[in-house]
């Protein structure tokens, strides 16, 4: 299910009562579609299609993002399969284009449709990553230091690789976007973000 939060946000939005939202135990499935289908009318297929969640988002909504153990594992294994890796190999591109990539929330919204540039990133939406950057979110964790604290080492790289590409394979039903899985960012743009947590050059490490 989806949040409460979320649903009454969508509420206001489409001008619907947010009060029928306010009950302890929460708007049932039936009373969030309806109110993300007021929201968002006129949809065409590709935008309607953004809508529906699929298995993995389907398991997550059933348990409020706490599956069982055997979900949980069955949703990592699913997310595993899905992570795409660069044909020569290489994780790490260029940190400049990684904090570039941070600071565009460029992609995706109704307003960026049809596509005039590549998307971004939007990290700092929800991280803090550098020294110099004083505006960031705090839904995710604070990445400063990320590299050095792991020691750069090709394993760390690695994560850090599979985590941008689909986080559920690290943390199933995360809150981040599957930005590999679900096409948001290319192999090369994932490459350069990871650049910006393990380059010891780049501001997050220094």
């Not at 109704?110 to 803090?128: I, K, T, V």
């Amino acid at each position: 299910m989806r949040t409460i939060a979320f649903a009454v946000a969508l509420a206001l939005a489409a001008g619907l009562p947010a009060a029928a939202f306010a009950q302890d135990e929460g708007p049932s499935t039936a009373e969030v579609d309806a109110v993300i289908e007021a929201a968002f009318p006129g949809l065409d297929e590709e935008w309607a299609a953004r809508l529906a969640p699929d298995e993995t988002m389907e398991q997550c909504n059933a348990s409020a993002n706490v599956p069982s153990d055997a979900v949980f594992e069955e949703i990592r294994a699913r997310a595993a399969g899905t992570i795409v890796y660069p044909d020569d190999g290489v994780l790490v591109g260029s940190w400049e284009n990684g904090e570039k990539l941070a600071q565009s929330g460029y992609g995706m919204r109704f307003s960026d449709y049809p596509p005039r540039r590549e998307n971004g990133g939007n990290c700092y939406a929800c991280h803090q990553l550098t020294p110099q950057e004083v505006s960031y979110g705090t839904l995710g964790p604070s990445l400063m230091g990320y590299g050095k604290l792991r020691d750069y080492s090709e394993e760390a790289v690695k994560a850090a690789y599979e985590k941008v590409y689909n986080p559920h394979m690290a943390f199933p039903c995360s809150m981040m976007p599957r930005f590999g899985t679900n096409g948001v960012l290319t192999i090369d743009q994932i490459k350069d973000i990871v650049a910006l947590l393990m380059d010891p050059a780049s501001p997050v490490n220094r």
